[in-house]
């Protein structure tokens, strides 16, 4: 999932808040009315109400595998060659 908007924070007591944050972010504005929610999502986890296209079971054969998938070096290659986007 794509951002709709992206906003960049420089106050570092903010981004520190935010970076310890495990809960449910609320967003106020000055007079103290909801601006809007966030949740933070842990790193390699989907978000609530994705679901990933592959079961358990396929992502733990693909990795005992050695020949599944390609290494970074390529994926790079096929980025810079416009393969992918």
Do not use: H, Y
């Amino acid at each position: 999932m794509l951002p709709a908007t992206t906003v960049v924070i420089s106050d570092p007591e903010l981004l520190s808040k935010l970076a310890s944050s495990d809960g449910l972010i609320v967003f106020r504005g000055p007079d103290g009315q909801c601006i809007r929610f966030a949740e933070p999502i842990p790193q390699g986890q989907l978000p609530n109400g994705f679901k990933s296209p592959f079961t358990d079971e396929e992502i733990e054969e693909a990795r005992k595998r050695p020949d599944s998938g390609i290494t970074l070096a390529e994926f790079w290659e096929k980025m810079n060659r416009g393969e992918w986007k």
